[in-house]
Each structure stands twice: as C-alpha cells, then as structure tokens.
Nanobody, 120 residues
Framework: QVQLVESGGGLVQAGGSLRLSCAAS????????MGWFRQAPGKEREFVTA????????YYADSVKGRFTISRDNAKNTVYLQMNSLKPEDTAVYYC?????????????WGQGTQVTVSS
C-alpha cells in the first residue's frame, strides 16, 4: 500500500527556515501529483502547496507564496518543502499527500504528519 513518511519538522524561531521531506513508497511516484497540507490546533486542515508529476507546475496558498518552495526528486521518490521566513502562524502539523491532480479533493493518500513549531 501507499506509504508517505514525513520528516524534518521541529522547533524554529520566527524568521528561520526548515526543510521537510516526504519519502513515498508503494506507488508509481512519478505518476502522482504531490502536495503539502497543514493543520493548526483547533483549525481545519488547509492546502499549502502542490506539485505536478514532473515538477513543471507548482501551486501555493497565498499565505506561503514567496516563502515556501515545493520540489520533488522522482529518482528518490521524495518531495520536499523548503520553508523560509517562518512565522508563528505557520505552526501546524504538516502532512504530505499524493493524488492524481492538484486540487485539494484529488489527494487520496496521506502521511502521518510532522510537527512544525515557530516561536516568536
């Protein structure tokens, strides 16, 4: 079955950077769009960013544009999220997801999440 394993979360000061990774197995990775979502305490899960199968298309939530960058390495079955200029409001559990499209409802498999905490 599909397994998505996130890593790289942690505690960082505001203005700092983190790089999340998501290692995928059990799927033809290069055939799937990949995305990152996040869920803060007491809030619904929200879309952060997505990338198309070959990485030619990337999409971002307005709240992270210019600060976050999604990328993928199809040879390593891995997707990355580089997060710069982090803000306290970026604090959340970040989830990796795979799907056949980049719409929020297109993602069907999810990782277990990794906690990102940004201190002010």
């Amino acid at each position: 079955q599909v397994q998505l394993v996130e890593s790289g979360g942690g505690l960082v000061q505001a203005g700092g950077s983190l790089r999340l990774s998501c290692a995928a197995s059990g799927l033809a990775f290069s055939s799937y769009c990949m995305g990152w979502f996040r869920q803060a305490p007491g809030k619904e899960r929200e879309f952060v960013t997505a990338i198309t199968q070959r990485g030619r298309g990337t999409y971002y939530a307005d709240s992270v544009k210019g600060r976050f960058t999604i990328s993928r390495d199809n040879a390593k079955n891995t997707v990355y999220l580089q997060m710069n200029s982090l803000k306290p409001e970026d604090t959340a559990v970040y989830y990796c997801a795979s799907g056949l499209g980049v719409g929020a409802s297109d993602f069907s498999s999810w990782g277990q999440g990794t906690q990102v905490t940004v201190s002010s």
